[in-house]
Nanobody, 121 residues
């Protein structure tokens, strides 16, 4: 079994910062890429940022220059530093990972349960 557990999130004023973290645990052979998605009420889930095992990143245009994704391969963790937050960043943020479990040969997509981020004055 593989689990992704998020931490962080909460309520912040516009212009503020938050840090989200996600840890992968369980029967893991290899963590391929990890990332963050978000879903606001009435909207589809969208990619926020993703990082490969080699450190290559890609971001949604709406967060470029404000959010930074990083990972610790030794700890199987991924972090999303969110600065200059806007009300439109409010959503449930989900950790996502493409992980190869032990005794398998292919990657499987896993999701965390999500953490609420609310940007409001």
């Amino acid at each position: 079994q593989v689990q992704l557990v998020e931490s962080g999130g909460g309520l912040v004023q516009p212009g503020g910062s938050l840090r989200l973290s996600c840890a992968a645990s369980g029967s893991i052979y290899r963590v391929n890429f990890m990332g963050w998605y978000r879903q606001a009420p009435g909207k589809q889930r969208e990619l926020v940022a993703r990082i490969t095992s080699g450190g290559s990143t890609n971001y949604a245009d709406s967060v470029k220059g404000r959010f930074t994704i990083s990972r610790d391969n030794a700890k199987n963790t991924v972090t999303l530093q969110m600065n200059s937050l806007k009300p439109e960043d409010s959503a449930v943020y989900y950790c996502n990972g493409n992980i190869t479990p032990r005794n398998t040969e292919w990657g499987v997509k896993y999701w965390g349960k999500g953490t609420q981020v609310t940007v409001s004055s």
